[in-house]
């Protein structure tokens, strides 16, 4: 597609249940990012792929938080058991492997746990 | 400690003045890259410039310019003539790592706090 398209651009979820967010890269771009944006603050960085290496989960808050990327596209990003700090913007990015500046990314899923 | 640092939370600029926003960074590696995004009140991250810490040349993108002073570990943006459609949230950020000198270089950015800029008409 022309963008990064995340979906839904809404969820609103009870306190407990599981929520996946879902986010499609630019074609041909073999690195995608997961980053959580908290209301008023910067962006948190959460998981990395790139390619068919493993996975840079460094960032990711906590065991109820995991993300895979299946045939080095389309990503999920599931969230367990929600609690009420996980009400975030949790935005994807995309990059090229070579020759990109910057990263392009999409609209966002914003998430709110009642 | 932050790697990032963004000191001023909001800023307010006359339309067509410059302003110039603060970024101060923490790195020990030799070689990173640096970013600045605009966010505006739509949510999208907007990407602006880049600077590889291997380049002498202040980065130029149109009206925004990036002060950089490598000594200082300092990125600041300058954005001149301001427009009101310049108001947005302001974010810097860093990629550590080795760095390509065609920016080709991938991982993932350490964002700052960011600073609200307002243009006043």
């Known amino acids: ?96 492997a070579r020759g990109l500046y910057g990263y392009t990314f999409g609209s966002g899923t914003r998430l709110t746990v009642v | 400690a932050q790697k990032i640092t963004q000191t001023q939370p909001g800023m307010f600029v006359q339309e067509k003045e410059a302003v110039t926003l603060d970024c101060t960074y923490d790195t020990s590696d030799q070689s990173y890259g640096l970013f600045w995004y605009k966010q505006p009140s739509s949510g999208e991250m907007i990407f602006l410039i880049y600077q590889g810490s291997y380049d002498e040349q202040n980065a130029t993108e ?29 974010f810097c950020a860093m990629r550590e790592g080795l760095e390509k000198s065609d920016g080709g270089s991938q991982g993932n950015l350490i964002f700052g706090k960011g600073t609200k800029l307002s243009v006043k008409p």
């Open chain 2, 62 to 90: 149109g009206r925004y310019s990036l002060n950089f002073q490598k000594a200082r570990k300092s990125a600041n943006l300058v954005i001149s003539a301001s427009q009101l459609g310049d108001s947005a949230m302001y």
């Open chain 1, 1 to 96: 597609g022309a963008g990064v398209s995340q979906s839904p651009s809404n969820k609103v979820t009870e306190k407990g249940k599981d929520v996946e967010l879902r986010c499609d890269p630019i074609s041909g771009h073999t690195a995608l990012y997961w980053y959580r944006q908290s209301l008023g603050q910067g962006l948190e960085f959460l998981i990395y792929f790139q390619g068919n290496s493993a996975p840079d989960k460094s960032g990711l808050p906590s065991d109820r938080f995991s993300a895979e990327r299946t045939g080095g596209s389309v990503s999920t990003l599931t969230i367990q058991r929600t609690q009420q700090e996980d009400s975030a913007v949790y935005l994807c990015a995309s990059s090229p």
